[in-house]
C-alpha cells in the first residue's frame, strides 16, 4: 500500500495577524530589517553616512549596481548560454584586475610590485585555462 504525503500551503491572513514573525509579505517585513538591526547594534553612524554621503558616494553605488551587477551579470549568463561553464568560470578571476586598474585609474591608488604581480598571476591563470592543448594523433585536414 503506497503512502502519500501531501503538503497544503496555510490560508493567507490578512491584517496584523498578517505580519508575523516570519513573513515575507510587502507590506511588513521583518526578515528585511533583521540585517539592519543586527547592523545598528554592532555599528554606528549609518544613517549619519547616508545623509552626508556626496555624489561621488552616490556615483559609486550606482556604478557598482548598474555596472556591476546589472551588465556583469547580463554578460556573464549570456556568456554561459554560448560557451560550456568551464571556459566561463576562469574570467571571474578578472574582477580582482579590473578593480586593481580602476583603482589606480579612479582613486589614485599606488601601483606596487605586489599590485603588479598579482595582476599578473590572475591574468596568467585566465590565460593557461583558455589556451586549448593540440590533441596528439589527430588527423591532418
Request: hydrophobic share 50%.
Amino acid at each position: 500500500m503506497a503512502c502519500r504525503m501531501f503538503i497544503r500551503r496555510p490560508p493567507a491572513r490578512e491584517g496584523p495577524a498578517a505580519c508575523g514573525a516570519a513573513s515575507d509579505r510587502a507590506s511588513c517585513r521583518p526578515r528585511d530589517r533583521e540585517p539592519l538591526l543586527a547592523s545598528s547594534l554592532l555599528e554606528t553612524g549609518q544613517w549619519q553616512a547616508v545623509r552626508q554621503a556626496d555624489l561621488a558616494a552616490w556615483g559609486s553605488l550606482a556604478y557598482a549596481t548598474l555596472l556591476g551587477a546589472g551588465v556583469g551579470f547580463a554578460l556573464w549568463f549570456w556568456l554561459l548560454g554560448r560557451l560550456p561553464m568551464s571556459r566561463v568560470a576562469p574570467f571571474a578571476l578578472l574582477q580582482t584586475v579590473v578593480a586593481m586598474a580602476l583603482g589606480v585609474v579612479a582613486m589614485g591608488d599606488q601601483v606596487t610590485l605586489s599590485l603588479v604581480l598579482g595582476a599578473l598571476l590572475c591574468l596568467s591563470g585566465v590565460l593557461l585555462t583558455q589556451i586549448t592543448p593540440r590533441r596528439k594523433g589527430r588527423a591532418e585536414a
